[in-house]
Structures are given as C-alpha cells and as structure tokens.
C-alpha cells in the first residue's frame, strides 16, 4: 500500500513522460469514449475491462498502435481506436499514467494488482 502511495505522488509530480510529447489534458479531453468501459479515472467496475490507470504511457501508446494495426486483435476496442491518430495516442498514455496506479477509491471491487 505504502508503496503504491509514492508511486502515486510520484507519478503526479513527474506529470510528463520523459519518452514523448504526450499531453495529459489534451489525453483526458479525448478519453470521453473511453470513460464507458475503462471507468472516469481509468479504473474499471467491470472486470473484463482492464484498468489504464497508472499503466505507463509508453505501454498504453503501444497498445494503442497495436489495436489500430491490427498486431492486436480486439473487436469490442477497435471500433473506438481507428480514429485516433498517434499524437491522440500518445496523449492518451500520458493521460492514464498520470492517473497513478490505484487513484479512485470509490470505483472498482477494491481489487488491486499484486506488486
Ligand atoms: C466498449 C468498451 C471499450 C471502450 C469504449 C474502450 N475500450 Fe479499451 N479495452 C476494452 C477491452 C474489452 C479491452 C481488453 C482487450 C483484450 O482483451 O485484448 C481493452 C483494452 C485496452 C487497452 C490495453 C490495456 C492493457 O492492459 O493491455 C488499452 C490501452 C485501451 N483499451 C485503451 C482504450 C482507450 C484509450 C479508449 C478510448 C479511446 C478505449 N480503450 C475504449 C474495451 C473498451
């Protein structure tokens, strides 16, 4: 627990992350669409949707390109990626990391993953 505090404080200090231009406030204006399954602070209610919170940007942006290329295969993700451009991926990564592992206390199940 202690742990994933500083991760968390840590995480909203260094609020850029150091590989790309990725803008969390323009990430946070484009997730509107994402909200639905992946919850309002990126942690999830329903446990077949993953949590993006605090998940790194350079994952979440890698994901991202893999859903739209078709290196990863999801149909219930793909018609919400095909819009997006890399800079909208991008900032969406910067977004979900600056949310910090764990940040909304009043959603999910009080599951948390093991570190
Ligand atoms: C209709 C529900 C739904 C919506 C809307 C949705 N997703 Fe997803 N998302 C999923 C599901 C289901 C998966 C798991 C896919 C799998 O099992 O491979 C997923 C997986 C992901 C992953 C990979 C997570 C990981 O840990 O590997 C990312 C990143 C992601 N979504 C981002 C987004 C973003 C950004 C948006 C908005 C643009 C979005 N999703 C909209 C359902 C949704």
Not at 32 to 52: D, E, F, R, W
Not at 96 to 107: I, K, P, R, T, W
Request: proline content about 3%; overall charge positive.
């Amino acid at each position: 627990m202690k742990k994933s505090m500083i991760f968390l404080v840590s995480s909203l200090l260094l609020s850029t992350p150091s590989f790309a231009a990725g803008d969390a406030a323009a990430g946070k204006a484009k997730s509107a669409t994402c909200v639905a399954c992946h919850g309002a602070k990126g942690i999830s209610t329903n446990p077949i949707y993953p949590n993006l919170a605090g998940q790194h940007a350079e994952y979440i942006t890698a994901q991202l390109k893999a859903f739209k290329s078709k290196k990863r295969i999801n149909a219930v993700m793909d018609p919400f990626i095909q819009a997006l451009s890399d800079k909208d991926m991008e900032d969406l990564g910067a977004y979900y990391e600056s949310l910090g592992a764990g940040s909304d206390d009043s959603s999910g199940g009080g599951r948390r993953r093991r570190r």
